[in-house]
């Protein structure tokens, strides 16, 4: 296999940018999917940066994704909101969604939006970390299509439902939990098919409930519903994978329930028929302005302290450092500007593909 090539982040996120406006993305919007994928690249989440850009492509030429994204505000307080994305760009939906929450939460303390009929919003961290940059705390949650077996079962119910959760600190970088309520999300398994890696044993199971590793063959049955991830924990309760479990139906309500929208597996992608049709995802926000509670400098250094503490305990044998959420993210973007972006061969003919359907020019150097 070819080595790995990097190409710089200015002209991944241009070649974004290129491509969701030739998809007739307007460019304001365009802007906006195309930070949220580079935010991911930057931070070293490579599942959902440039290499989900074919994902949207196909989305959008299927028709399961509207490149103009027209927000309805369905219903709206002082500090609460519910949209409707009528099944636009979720990362512009999202962005539109925390927004509010956090200018909601700068007037009264608190801002909580929840979204319906949205699509992809790409990292649940990004929106987090919009609340954390505005000298905020701040939740996101989306649900998604059904991949993850419930404990003691095998047939997918429940989306991969990010926690995300970012918190201001002193130090050079900001508390961020960004993970999936499974083992692994099928970001995850489709970069393992595209390098050509076998999946660990325990991330994925068929449906008998027998653990499975060919991760193109898994893409395929997911696709037929003959697979599942594991939630956190994995399976059965030796390891608690009911807490993993229990928290993606958490995500689920939350992204549902208060916003009146779809869920599990109405969010397939296809009628009972088999045809296509939007996905119809859901999201949470919420905004909590910290000096609503105690001045945010306090706030700053003791979420700064709590971090150090844990980074500064004992480390165990044969370890030399102990990170918090957010730390090797921040650490990774230094070196991914510097270096580029890392772009295999397979992702390679993904852009190429791309590029020359929508007859995009001047990136032939790069790709």
């Given at each position: 296999m070819k080595e790995l090539q990097y190409i710089p982040v200015h002209v991944i996120q241009s070649f974004m940018v290129d491509t969701f406006v030739a998809l007739g993305t307007p460019l304001e919007d365009a802007r906006i999917c195309a930070e949220v994928l580079?935010?991911?690249?930057?931070?070293?989440?490579?599942?959902?940066?440039?290499?989900?850009?074919?994902?949207?492509?196909?989305?959008?030429?299927?028709?399961r994704h509207l490149t103009r994204t027209e927000i309805e505000v369905v219903q709206e307080t002082e500090t609460t909101a519910v949209i409707d994305g009528h099944h636009g760009m979720g990362h512009v939906i999202a962005h539109r969604a925390m927004s509010m929450a956090i200018d909601k939460a700068g007037q009264h303390g608190l801002g909580a939006v929840s979204v319906r009929n949205s699509t992809h919003f790409g990292i649940a961290g990004y929106y987090a970390l919009m609340a954390a940059e505005a000298g905020m705390m701040g939740f996101a949650f989306t649900n998604a299509r059904p991949s993850?077996?419930?404990t003691f079962g095998s047939e997918p119910m429940l989306g991969t439902n990010p926690i995300a959760f970012a918190a201001p600190s002193d130090g050079d970088f900001p508390f961020c939990f960004d993970g999936a309520t499974s083992i692994a999300q099928r970001g995850k398994v489709e970069v393992a098919a595209r390098t050509g890696k076998p999946l660990p044993e325990g991330w994925v199971i068929d449906r008998d409930g027998n653990p499975a590793t060919d991760a193109p063959q898994i893409l395929r049955e997911m696709e037929r519903g003959h697979a599942a991830?594991?939630?956190?924990?994995?399976?059965?309760?030796?390891?608690?994978?009911?807490?993993?479990?229990?928290?993606?139906?958490?995500?689920?309500?939350?992204?549902?329930?208060?916003?009146?929208?779809?869920?599990?597996?109405?969010?397939?992608?296809?009628?009972?028929?088999?045809?296509?049709?939007?996905?119809?995802?859901?999201?949470?926000?919420?905004?909590?302005?910290?000096?609503?509670?105690?001045?945010?400098?306090?706030?700053?250094?003791?979420?700064?302290?709590?971090?150090?503490a844990l980074q500064e305990s004992r480390k165990a044998t044969g370890h030399d450092a102990i990170l918090v959420a957010g730390e090797k993210e921040h650490r990774n973007q230094a070196v991914v500007r510097r270096r580029g972006i890392p772009v295999n061969p397979s992702l390679v003919l993904e852009l190429q593909t791309v590029r020359d359907a929508l007859g995009i020019r001047g990136y032939e150097g790069h790709f």
């Open positions: 580079i935010a991911s690249d930057l931070r070293g989440i490579e599942s959902h940066g440039i290499g989900r850009l074919k994902y949207y492509y196909d989305r959008i030429v299927s028709g993850i077996a419930p991830l594991l939630p956190l924990g994995g399976a059965g309760e030796l390891y608690a994978g009911y807490k993993g479990y229990d928290l993606a139906t958490l995500v689920e309500i939350l992204s549902a329930s208060l916003s009146g929208g779809a869920f599990m597996k109405e969010l397939l992608g296809t009628t009972l028929d088999g045809a296509r049709r939007p996905y119809m995802l859901g999201h949470f926000f919420l905004a909590i302005n910290i000096q609503h509670f105690v001045p945010l400098e306090q706030s700053r250094q003791i979420t700064g302290c709590i971090m150090r």
